[in-house]
């Protein structure tokens, strides 16, 4: 017995876990609702306008990167001011620039310069930039 449960255990963990259905996510994202918003009344297989004219808003997505920030070096002397709207849509001195995810961070680069601010805003001193050029480095603080 303890042997079919040491060998049924890598099968049972080696298979991915799903929050929800991916066609179901399709439908919440065609339709602009949410998980909460159907519980609510909000008919994923309307479209998204017609949700909305039925009072369920498609808000912005809530993201903790959304705001300014500002990139400075440890004498204070900003390196560049940050953009981020609540799409992860990231520019760095007004211009546009690709962003990741990588480990809960929000990773983008302009030049030699990298950035990366971490998506836990319990964890300080955590959102820094680094020129590996320059072989220098700063924290990001909110604007």
């Known amino acids: 017995m303890k042997r079919l449960a040491v060998l049924l255990l890598p099968v049972l ?6 929050a929800i259905d991916p066609r179901y996510a399709r439908q919440l994202e065609r339709s602009g609702c949410t998980q909460m918003s159907e519980q609510q ?13 039925a009072g369920f808003k498609a808000g912005e997505p809530v993201t903790p ?20 709207d609540g ?15 990588s480990d809960g961070a929000l990773v983008f ?15 300080v ?9 320059a072989g220098t480095r700063g924290p990001i603080v909110a604007d």
Not at 13 to 18: M, R
Not at 87 to 101: C, F, L, S
Not at 111 to 118: A, E, H, K, P, W
Not at 125 to 133: A, I, L
Request: aromatic share 6%; hydrophobic share 35%.
């Open 13 to 18: 963990l080696a298979g991915q876990a799903q």
């Open 41 to 53: 009344g909000c008919d994923i297989h309307r479209s998204r306008a017609e949700n909305e004219r």
């Open 65 to 84: 990167y959304a705001g300014r920030w500002l990139a400075r070096r440890d004498d204070g002397v900003p390196v560049a001011r940050i953009r981020i």
């Open 87 to 101: 799409r992860e849509r990231v520019w760095v001195d007004d211009r546009p620039v690709k962003a990741r995810r």
């Open 109 to 123: 680069r302009r030049g030699s310069v990298m950035f990366t601010l971490q998506g836990d805003r319990r964890l």
């Open 125 to 133: 001193g955590e959102d820094v930039w680094m020129d590996t050029d």
